[in-house]
């Protein structure tokens, strides 16, 4: 089992391993998404209160759940090359925040134009999930804004690894304080959480967006680590031998 | 492994460059470890490393036959740093910081008087920092190493640039050490002359 | 720390001796901690002058315009608490202590909040006078700042220690630390507020204490790991 691991864990094999992992993620998040997409805008009913705008939350559900998992992700392997010292897990952290970012910014895209025909305006001041949403890009932009001040590949891994975990510790206090917040304005929410239970045709589309984009974030994430362990590693003799034998081929 | 200092198998990156490689040495009470090598050799890599200021890619260092690892204020306990940048608050005067110094350390010595006398600098003790001249500072770095009652003295390019009576003080306290049964790194790009037991390590 | 190391030198003493150090130092230059004092006044000032003298305008934004310019001036003393340290070389010399880093870190804290915080708490309340806020809240006020100083103080410095020797370490700074200061400022200003319109503000008050005591036992380490990051 720790053979599997270490095994993993050197980046040679999980390059190899990777390129054939990404088709399985890639094409079944695929289907789901289309089927989601699908069941979602067309199949299921209009919500009896807000009609066709609801419709929405097929992307903007999925984004915003998918925003929590990349950072994560980012602070899980983050932690880890910190304290195990894998230089993989610094290379995971690295790939899962730009693409955490973009779908931060996605939610609040989709959470925006919700609140257009909600309530006429492009932000709603009461809001605890557009709130803590925004928090979260500028977390985003903070991670790799350390990143980018340090030249130095090694050190600017170790300092935005501790940046990192400091902004885990702190995520879910966001949340909660963002939470009590919007209890006191007492504000419309984008999604109630004891509220009536979905129907069956609205609900499973929305699962399977969720499955869906979680896998596409998969298959994303996998490549892009696939492209940072590459840049890191390409003074190795492994990686010249990639590069020189596709060379060859490509003759 | 019956050494007071080991160290096993030490390796170093800086950025894509491998500055050393499965890099060992032992130490003992009386004898001084010269790491020499020009400039942007690795030298005050590796001397830093030891310290604990840059984290090893792999190795062990032990001390007493403990790994350092696991005993950091210990070891840190029984070194002394001495570097470039002199480490001092220039708004805050000699004797000031040397007692603060002091005051992070338990077993310090008290005689801070003769060690400034018997370094030329205790007319100056009550000067700030700032209004010291470069030498001078050194001569206060060389007071904090003689206060501590640490074993083993840490110095990074100690006699660069000095004239010919600093670079003389400077070796007579570091024989006078090695006889009291201390330890001494030394990085220099200069050969040193010493009669204690020199073990050299060459850097590229 | 064991029993059986019996020369080590104390915690509480080396924290103390750094913590004695820094307010020594920063008695010698007074501007850095006027600085960020009359940043907050300034601020404080600037705003009833920018929205207008209306009584119900100025009650009701009082709050929030006294934290946000707290964490702002904060932020400015935040800057430059580990330059000087990495600049000379006694960052280093503290990084090859026998004393704990995260020891020696929480005593810079608390000369850093004993300059920059505890000045912004004592002030507030008369900035709070042009804001027509009563003594009742001005009280619910200094206690939050109380908190929420000390929980930004140590917030902040591991930004500081993230940052220093850094190219445009400045704006990093306040990138990197307003996110994470937003549960202060959110519980901070609103508990306020609340004690303006008469309500419970318990809640507000046991949260900032809890974060306070969070952070306090947390942030030294983070800030020590990320001062050995930064000085290698």
Redesign the interface.
């Known amino acids: 089992m720790w053979k599997f691991i270490h095994k993993l864990a050197s980046p040679p094999h999980f390059y190899g391993l990777a390129a054939k992992i990404i088709p399985w993620f890639f094409l079944p998040g695929l289907i789901l998404i289309i089927y989601g997409l699908y069941g979602g805008l067309l199949l299921a009913p209009p919500d009896y209160q807000q009609g066709d705008a609801f419709r929405i939350i097929y992307v903007h559900v999925p984004s915003a759940y998918l925003s929590l998992m990349a950072y994560s992700i980012m602070a899980i392997s983050a932690g880890i090359g910190l304290i195990w010292r894998l230089k993989l897990a610094h290379a995971v952290a690295a790939a899962a925040a730009p693409i955490g970012a973009w779908f931060t910014f996605l939610a609040l895209a989709t959470g925006s134009l919700w609140g257009r025909p909600m309530w006429g305006t492009w932000w709603e001041r009461g809001d605890p999930r557009l709130t803590s949403e925004l928090v979260m890009l500028f977390l985003y932009f903070g991670y790799m804004a350390l990143r980018g001040a340090i030249d130095d590949t090694a050190k600017a891994d170790r300092a935005s690894a501790v940046l990192a975990l400091v902004g885990a510790v702190n995520v879910p206090i966001i949340h909660f304080s963002v939470e009590w917040w919007s209890s006191l304005h007492q504000g419309p929410t984008l999604m109630k959480k004891g509220g009536p239970a979905m129907d069956a045709a609205m609900l499973y589309p929305l699962l399977a967006m969720i499955l869906g984009f979680t896998l596409i974030f998969g298959a994303l994430l996998l490549r892009r680590v696939r492209t940072e362990v590459l840049y890191r590693e390409r003074r190795t003799r492994w990686v010249r031998h990639l590069v020189l034998s596709s060379a060859v081929e490509k003759k | 492994m019956t050494a007071k200092l080991t160290a096993d198998s030490l390796t170093l990156?800086?950025?894509?460059r491998c500055l050393f490689e499965n890099l060992s040495f032992a130490l003992n009470p009386g004898e001084l470890l010269l790491l020499e090598g020009c400039n942007g050799s690795g030298k005050t890599s590796l001397i830093r490393a030891i310290?604990?200021?840059?984290?090893l890619e792999s190795g062990e260092i032990y001390w007493d036959e403990q790994p350092v690892r696991r005993q950091r204020?210990?070891f840190?306990?029984e070194?002394?740093?001495m570097?470039?940048?002199?480490?001092?608050?220039?708004?805050?005067s000699l004797v000031?910081n040397l007692r603060?110094?002091s005051?992070?350390?338990?077993?310090s010595r008290h005689d801070l008087d003769d060690i400034l006398t018997r370094l030329n600098i205790n007319r100056l003790k009550r000067l700030p920092v700032r209004s010291l001249s470069a030498g001078q500072q050194r001569r206060v770095a060389l007071a904090r190493m003689l206060m501590s009652a640490a074993t083993l003295w840490m110095m990074d390019e100690p006699v660069t640039n000095l004239d010919r009576e600093g670079r003389s003080l400077v070796m007579t306290l570091v024989s006078e050490h090695l006889a009291r049964g201390g330890m001494v790194i030394m990085a220099a790009h200069q050969d040193i002359q010493i009669d204690f037991p020199v073990h050299t390590i060459q850097l590229q | 720390m064991t029993d059986n190391q019996p020369e080590m030198p104390g915690l509480g003493r080396g924290m103390m001796a750094v913590a004695k150090r820094d307010l020594f130092l920063a008695w010698k230059r007074p501007g850095d901690v006027l600085n960020p004092l009359f940043f907050f006044a300034m601020v404080a000032t600037l705003f009833p002058l920018a929205v207008g003298p209306s009584a119900e305008q100025l009650e009701f934004s009082g709050p929030g315009v006294l934290w946000v310019a707290a964490l702002l001036a904060m932020l400015l003393s935040l800057n430059s608490l580990f330059v000087s340290d990495f600049e000379d070389g006694s960052l280093e010399q503290m990084l090859v202590s026998p004393v704990p880093l995260a020891a020696l870190s929480l005593g810079k804290t608390i000369a850093h909040w004993l300059t920059s915080g505890l000045p912004l708490v004592i002030v507030a309340p008369i900035l709070g006078m042009t804001f027509r806020m009563p003594a009742s809240v001005m009280g619910v006020l200094m206690l939050t700042l109380l908190l929420g100083t000390i929980s930004l103080s140590l917030l902040g410095s591991i930004g500081a220690a993230l940052t220093v020797g850094l190219h445009r370490g400045t704006a990093l700074l306040s990138l990197l630390i307003l996110p994470l200061a937003m549960p202060l400022l959110i519980f901070g200003a609103r508990t306020v507020s609340l004690a303006a319109a008469g309500d419970v503000v318990a809640g507000g008050l046991y949260f900032l204490a809890a974060y306070a005591v969070l952070i306090v036992s947390l942030a030294p380490f983070a800030i020590a790991a990320a001062l050995r990051i930064s000085n290698e």
Request: aromatic residues 12%; glycine residues 8%; proline residues 0%.
């Open positions: 990156f800086r950025g894509e310290a604990g200021l840059i984290e204020q210990v840190n306990n070194l002394v740093w570097a470039h940048r002199v480490g001092f608050k220039a708004d805050l000031e603060f110094e005051a992070l350390r338990r077993d």
